[in-house]
């Protein structure tokens, strides 16, 4: 999707590091306004060429007073004056605004963290139809303060303890609140940035996923050209066979599917998988077993990362195969791979604004964002890499692709290696695993519970616990569960099973699954943890 597409209407965030900063974007977005977020440290250039209607400044974990604090580049607060651009700061952006505006950002002497109390001062730009005296709670964390606005700012609401909470330059368009209106702790945070994007900043309503499949579409049959040959990589999931489908829709039979045994699958995943590509989509899909190929360069590794970088480059490696077979049969070599790689894919592989880092996070290190070798032969195709997993699923509708499978939990490109805590290959943990995944999957299913959960998964612990089973001693594997809630996978919490059901499951599996004989849960929300335990 191209962002320029959708540029008269564009909400542009510059991300200084807050751990909130993603809901911003998914916010706006539910608003039907399409919004791109991008380091807060970018080059001028680079965010006038996406020639946004607004820019937000986000929160960070940053003081404007340390020397390394990160900034918007010189020259943007004049350009955005010039250009009529209306600029909001939240917290840390907030501060940023103040002091390279000429203000001043102290350190406060009562720190702020968690709910609190705000109180409207004077009739604001901000707050809409909101009278002088009105309160509402909001969702602070914040150390500095502001202590002394620039020329032109005004203080139009207090917190309880009298720190300024927001302000505003009418005149200049530019706009500041201290706490995060975009966190469900700020309950009137929603009405806050509505009213702000539609009434003060005069925003249409208009971006539907009608326009991201009709632009994606545009998109594909430009790149590709029309003598071209794609690849996509089906892995089973939701994420690929979006894009799958989407690319077939732009250039027919020129796409050539490839869903790969890669020997790390769930509980006849393979035969559930191919059956629908074949019988619900009708997708050209071939199915190649490398399960000996992927698990002998998988034995004796342990580390979570290497596996990673291990079963990318092996999947690379059978994608150029793949394309020399094609280039055989069709006198013409592929010059295409499309990947289902999302938006939170592509914020959770780059460096945190004010790290010194210029090189990405390891979190997503099995995407084509990074963990494809620089040397590949395949040009990259990525349709979905501006969207959330919902509104991936939401586009999927619109594709016809039914509706069971755009269900289906995530799963992860290096599949259960990244849920065997050890060697993949020792013993028979794979087998073990599939077992037990299948069991809890199947009882979610059957108790209803599983269109309410985000991702559910088993692990299989590189630790053996004592039991009794059948009147004898045993000394055998360790489970955990893990099942979250979640909007799109940024942050999640644990899911909240009744003790019955937890009671339940971990019967069946003790008693059918031979070698496993304690069941833990995990009860850990992102952050701290990621999703998966790797």
């Not at 500095?144 to 300024?164: I, N, T």
């Not at 393979?270 to 399960?291: G, I, K, N, Q």
Request: aromatic fraction near 8%; hydrophobic fraction near 40%; proline fraction near 5%.
């Amino acid at each position: 999707m191209d962002a320029n597409a959708v540029k008269s209407d564009l909400v542009l965030i510059l991300d200084f590091g807050s751990q909130y900063t993603h809901l911003i974007t998914r916010r706006i977005r539910s608003l039907s306004i399409f919004s791109l977020c991008i380091s807060g440290t970018s080059p001028l250039e680079a965010i006038t060429s996406l020639n946004p209607r607004v820019v937000i400044l986000s929160g960070g974990p940053h003081s404007v007073h340390t020397p390394d604090s990160p900034s918007f580049p010189p020259g943007f607060p004049e350009w955005a004056e010039a250009n009529g651009v209306v600029v909001l700061g939240i917290c840390y952006g907030l501060q940023l605004i103040v002091q390279r505006l000429g203000g001043e950002v102290r350190a406060g002497e009562k720190q702020e963290y968690g709910r609190m109390e705000i109180g409207v001062e004077k009739s604001a730009a901000l707050y809409g139809s909101k009278r002088v005296g009105d309160r509402q709670l909001v969702w602070m964390s914040h150390g500095d303060e502001v202590a002394r606005l620039p020329d032109g700012f005004e203080v139009v609401a207090r917190s309880q303890q009298g720190a300024v909470a927001a302000v505003e330059n009418r005149v200049k368009r530019f706009y500041g609140l201290q706490y995060h209106p975009e966190v469900t702790h700020s309950p009137e945070g929603m009405e806050t940035l509505r009213y702000f994007l539609f009434e003060v900043c005069g925003i249409n309503a208009g971006w539907k996923m009608e326009n991201v499949m009709d632009e994606e579409i545009k998109v594909i049959k430009g790149t590709v050209g029309p003598e071209d040959h794609v690849i996509c990589a089906l892995s089973g999931g939701v994420d690929s066979t979006v894009a799958a489908t989407l690319v077939h829709k732009a250039i027919g039979d020129r796409l050539h599917c490839i869903f790969v045994d890669n020997g790390l699958l769930r509980y006849k995943e393979r035969e559930r998988v191919m059956e629908t590509f074949e019988s619900d989509l009708h997708l050209p899909v071939t199915c190649v077993d490398a399960t000996d190929q992927f698990l002998s360069k998988l034995k004796g590794v342990v580390d979570p990362e290497t596996k990673r970088k291990i079963i990318g480059k092996e999947f690379i490696s059978i994608f150029d195969d793949f394309a020399q077979e094609l280039e055989q049969k069709l006198g013409k070599r592929p010059s295409y791979l499309v990947q289902g790689t999302l938006y939170p894919d592509v914020i959770e592989s780059c460096p945190p604004p004010g790290s010194g880092r210029t090189h990405s996070h390891t979190i997503k290190s099995h995407h084509n964002v990074g963990g494809l070798p620089k040397d590949m032969k395949l040009k990259l195709i990525e349709p979905l890499k501006l969207l959330f997993k919902d509104e991936v699923r939401q586009l999927g509708r619109i594709l016809n692709v039914p509706e069971p499978f755009l269900k289906r939990h995530p799963f992860p490109g290096p599949g259960l290696a990244v849920r065997v805590l050890g060697d993949v290959t020792q013993g028979n943990a794979l087998d073990i695993l599939r077992q037990v995944d299948e069991i809890f999957i199947q009882s979610i299913k059957d108790a209803g519970l599983y269109d309410s959960i985000w991702q559910a998964f088993a692990v299989f612990l590189p630790v053996r616990s004592v039991g009794v089973q059948g009147d004898q001693r045993t000394h055998s594997h360790v489970v955990a569960l893990r099942a979250v809630t979640s909007q799109d996978g940024m942050t999640a919490d644990w899911y909240y099973f009744e003790h019955k059901f937890l009671d339940d499951v971990s019967r069946k599996i003790c008693n059918s699954v031979r070698g496993v004989n304690r069941v833990v849960q995990d009860i850990t929300s992102k952050p701290p943890s990621t999703i998966e335990w790797e």
